[in-house]
Structure formats: C-alpha cells, structure tokens
C-alpha cells in the first residue's frame, strides 16, 4: 500500500479503537477527522470550558497543546504500525500500547481565537523505539495558531 492510499479498514478501525480508549480525548472534545498515513487530522469546537482567558475568550494553550499531542501520538502510532507488515493487526496494535510522550516542543503563535480548532499531523520520522511528529493547529479562518514537535515511544 502507497503512503497516500486510503488505511485499510481492520487498521482504520484499530486507529479508531485506540483513540476511543483515552477519556482525555472526549472531554477535550476531540474528534478524529481523517488517518493516512501520510497525514492525520482531528479538531475540536470551541467551548466555554475550554477558554484560558476569560478577557479574550481564546482557547487554553493547554488545550492547544494536546490536541497537537493527541495528533503527534496518532501519526508516531500509524508510522510505526507500518514497521510490522507480516504482523495481524490486533497484534501489532498491542505492540504499540506503549507508545508515549517523550517530548514535545510548541510553539504559540496567535492567539487560539476561532469557533473550530484544526489539527494536522505528519511524520517526520520513524525508528525501532522512537518517532518523530510535526503538528500544526489552524482556527476556522485559517490561521496558524501553533505549531508542535513531538517525540514519541513506539517501541
């Protein structure tokens, strides 16, 4: 399978599977939009439990910064999925149930202002233990809010 091609289903739905398990993720409000392997996107809606300045009404840079984690962790886990080909799925997924944060860098660039908060996320690279993710995180007018560089276990 090419890079740009569509996740196979059983993978689709074992991504899906994984992200489901994390509480976190649902009371961000998360929601996963697309998995490939090239790419993953997610968003999340703008709240008012999710405000970090009440004066502004902006988004918390902490939000900010999970949403590009949860992105980040998303892509290290389908890049090292790939290192595992004669594996079944269930399998492999299990091989990966340790994948974690090592590091992660944001940078905040405009305030987090906006009704919707997307999220992109793009391998930079994957090793035997260790991932690396570039996230970006754009408001609904297109900007770029913040960018992110995460360092992930995967092995």
């Known amino acids: 399978m090419s890079a740009t091609e569509k996740l196979a289903p059983e993978l689709m739905q ?3 599977y994984f992200f489901d398990q994390i509480p976190f993720n649902h009371l961000v409000g ?5 998995l490939s392997l090239d790419e993953v996107r997610m968003h999340v809606d703008m709240r008012e439990e999710l405000v970090g300045n009440h004066m ?4 918390h ?3 900010i910064a999970s949403i590009l984690d949860v992105a980040g ?3 290290a886990l389908l890049g ?13 997924m299990m091989n990966l149930s340790k994948l974690g944060t090592i590091d992660m860098r944001v940078d905040y660039l405009r305030p987090g202002r906006g009704q919707r908060f997307d999220a992109k996320a793009t ?4 090793g035997n233990k260790v991932a690396v993710v570039r996230s970006e995180l754009h408001n609904d007018e297109g900007y770029l809010i ?3 560089t995460g360092t992930y276990l995967v092995g």
């Open 14 to 16: 074992a991504a899906q």
């Open 56 to 59: 502004q009404g902006i988004l």
């Open 80 to 92: 090292a999925f790939q290192r595992f080909p004669e594996l079944p799925v269930v399998e492999r």
């Open 123 to 126: 391998l930079l690279r994957a």
């Open 61 to 63: 840079g902490g939000v």
């Open 73 to 75: 962790g998303a892509m």
């Open 30 to 34: 998360i929601q996963v939009d697309s």
């Open 146 to 148: 913040a960018v992110g």
